[in-house]
């Protein structure tokens, strides 16, 4: 199974200030497709997971440009322009291009 | 605009079967779609369980596989999942999902006698 590791665990984040998250894979995402399928969701307590972004970069309809996704292979990258107090939560990267489905463990977000 | 629904016993007793079925509505169960089920144990990360398309095609989490079954019922605009065996490990909130995008509102099955 592909590994996803997360950093950090947990970050305390400054309102109007930027955040960034990593995810790492244990193998490369590129599928035989060309496509990396590298997702990223976003979780409020009590809440359904939200896909924010989709292979890599691809912000999804009705998520606010503030949140941007980069990488390639196995090094990824969330970034929150400007954190507001409604993204804190917990921030999932997910890969689809190898079966089984595998999550990352999470950052956590909280409001300094 | 797609809503799933997931619906199902709230406790399930040791060695049983988990049985949970996901209601599709908005958008037909037919679409050329993958329809996948997530849990995730109280207070833990979340955990790929398997996925099947309209087609019919099934993939599994190995880790799962010989004990679940996912299937379609395109009369019924839903499918389903059975997870046989049971033990307390499996005590999650269980999420029903189009290709990830479209989620349930999740539904919280405990193992227990």
């Known amino acids: 199974d592909v590994v996803m590791t997360q950093s950090p665990l947990s970050l305390p984040v400054t309102l109007g200030q930027p955040a960034s998250f990593s995810c790492r894979s244990s193998q490369s995402l590129v599928h035989s497709d060309g496509n990396t399928y590298l997702n990223w969701f976003h979780q409020r307590p009590g809440q359904s997971p939200r896909r924010l972004i989709y292979?890599?970069?691809n912000r999804d309809p009705g998520v606010p440009d503030r949140f941007s996704g980069s990488g390639s292979g196995t090094d990824f990258t969330l970034k929150i322009s400007r954190v507001e107090a409604e993204d804190v939560g917990i921030y999932y990267c997910?890969?689809?291009?190898?079966?089984?489905?595998?999550f990352g463990g999470g950052t956590k977000v909280e409001i300094k | 605009h797609v809503q799933l629904q997931e619906s199902g016993p709230g406790l399930v007793k040791p060695s049983g079967t988990l049985s949970l079925t996901c209601a599709v509505s908005g958008g037909s169960i037919n679409s050329k779609k993958w329809w996948g089920w997530v849990r995730q144990p109280p207070g833990k990360g979340l955990e790929w369980i398997g996925e099947i398309h309209h087609s019919g095609s099934t993939n599994y989490n190995p880790s799962l596989k010989r004990r679940v079954t996912i299937l379609v019922d395109k009369s019924k605009n839903q499918f389903s999942l059975n997870l046989r065996h049971v033990t307390a490990a499996d005590t999650a909130v269980y999420y029903c999902?189009?290709?990830?995008?479209?989620w349930g509102q999740g539904t919280l099955v405990t193992v227990s006698s």
């Open positions: 999902s189009r290709e990830y995008f479209f």
């Open positions: 292979m890599v970069s």
């Open positions: 997910m890969q689809g291009t190898h079966w089984p489905l595998t």
